[in-house]
């Protein structure tokens, strides 16, 4: 892995909410707080450093060895194409999340128009971080590190649109993603190493 591997998800989030801040000032004409980035209300009571750790511990590891350590590796086997697994992975993901609606701040308000555009982020970011997996050999650091990230970075209190549009954000990545890295890999370098196999392939056939 590059460090530009490591640069995206260690500060990709960051980065994200910068943007969305922006695109909050353009449209409701508020800048958010910046003070409340990183920052809970459901974890007030533990301080920042212990909060960013947690959350990266129990959600970013805590789930992506269970959803891409295991499951992923094993969706993509046989003919199934990347972005069929990662949608199947999705389901399932989203299955996992349900029970938070009953008490989980931000969920119980969600109402019945912010559910489909939850799910659809849900399925987009999945078959995101199912490119990141592929495109770092399979590193669940990586992707546990910007989960962590990413949930601490679109739950802060920061302002009232900005989850919104940081959720917009991310299935937009999502979709430049799955355009640039293909469904069948989602692994854009992986598609760039597969025409040699292929010609040395048909030259062995050849010959």
Aim: glycine letters at 12%; charged letters at 10%; proline letters at 5%.
């Amino acid at each position: 892995m590059g460090l530009g591997w490591w640069g995206l998800a260690v500060l990709g989030t960051p980065i994200l909410f910068l943007v969305a801040a922006i695109i909050s000032r353009i449209l409701f004409g508020t800048w958010p707080d910046f003070g409340q980035f990183g920052h809970s209300e459901e974890f007030a009571f533990l301080g920042l450093l212990p909060y960013w750790s947690a959350n990266i511990v129990f959600y970013g590891f805590g789930e992506e060895v269970g959803w891409r350590g295991f499951a992923l590796p094993r969706l993509q086997t046989g003919r199934r194409s990347a972005l069929t697994a990662a949608l199947i992975l999705g389901f399932f993901w989203a299955a996992w999340h349900i029970p938070l609606f009953a008490f989980v701040m931000g969920f119980d308000t969600m109402g019945l128009v912010g559910v489909p555009g939850w799910f659809i982020s849900i399925l987009v970011g999945s078959v995101l971080l199912a490119w990141l997996y592929n495109s770092t050999g399979g590193s669940v650091l990586i992707v546990a590190i910007f989960h962590g990230t990413l949930d601490i970075t679109i739950s802060s209190p920061a302002g009232p649109q900005l989850a919104n549009v940081m959720g917009a954000l991310v299935t937009i990545w999502g979709l430049v993603v799955l355009h640039r890295a293909g469904p069948k890999e989602l692994c854009r370098r992986c598609r760039k190493q597969e025409a040699p196999d292929l010609q040395a392939l048909h030259e062995a056939r050849v010959v």
